[in-house]
């Protein structure tokens, strides 16, 4: 009997670690662009989403106006405002957006923040080289969820 509530505790704990696991860029499963299921298992941290609004690989601003972040310069008017983003979207579908904004809007110039493949003639910065190597997305799992989770913070109150 000991070793079977052994066997029974040490599958359950491989199971919480396996969901606890980030899903790789490759399989990501997108249904009509949303993307239900996190990315990393954790939720999201609005501020460190925040953040990344501004800085980094996010930098979201340099395309989309968003008045929460009003205090900081050279806001974008590529993309749409994110005011109300929360209203208009559910996370799921943000998720997917943030994830690869290409599968629910084709043509999309929004960048694919976690893709790692499928890319034409990828560089090595401005060196004129081939990329070497594997391919890092833009923005870690974790990284969209934050900014899901400020996304979500963005309504219409």
Same mark, same amino acid.
């Given at each position: ?5 052994? #066997? $029974?505790?040490?599958? *359950? !704990? ?9 899903i790789?860029? @490759?399989?990501v499963?997108?249904?009509?662009? *949303?993307?239900?299921?996190? /990315?990393?298992? @954790?939720?999201g941290?609005?501020? *460190?989403? *925040?953040? /990344? ?18 205090? /900081? @310069?050279?806001? =974008?008017?590529? =993309?749409?405002?994110?005011?109300? $983003?929360?209203? +208009? ?5 943000? +998720?997917?957006i $943030?994830a690869?904004?290409?599968?629910? #809007? ?6 694919? #923040?976690?893709?790692?493949? =499928?890319?034409? +003639? /990828? ?9 070497e190597? &594997? %391919?890092e ?5 974790? @990284?969209?969820?934050? $900014? %899901?989770?400020?996304?979500?913070? !963005?309504?219409? &109150?």
């Amino acid at each position: 009997m000991t070793r079977l509530t052994a #066997f $029974v505790s040490a599958t *359950a !704990l491989f199971a919480t670690v396996a969901a606890a696991e980030t899903i790789a860029p @490759q399989d990501v499963d997108y249904v009509d662009g *949303a993307v239900e299921t996190s /990315l990393t298992g @954790q939720p999201g941290d609005p501020e *460190a989403g *925040a953040v /990344l609004m501004n800085k980094g690989a996010g930098n979201c601003i340099a395309c989309h106006m968003i008045s929460d972040q009003s205090q /900081l @310069q050279f806001h =974008g008017e590529i =993309g749409p405002p994110l005011d109300g $983003v929360a209203d +208009r979207w559910s996370e799921a579908e943000l +998720r997917g957006i $943030v994830a690869n904004a290409k599968i629910m #809007f084709e043509g999309t110039m929004m960048p694919a #923040f976690y893709k790692v493949d =499928g890319f034409t +003639r /990828l560089g090595d910065a401005y060196t004129g080289e081939a990329h070497e190597g &594997e %391919v890092e997305p833009l923005l870690t799992g974790q @990284q969209i969820e934050d $900014v %899901v989770a400020y996304l979500m913070t !963005l309504k219409y &109150e």
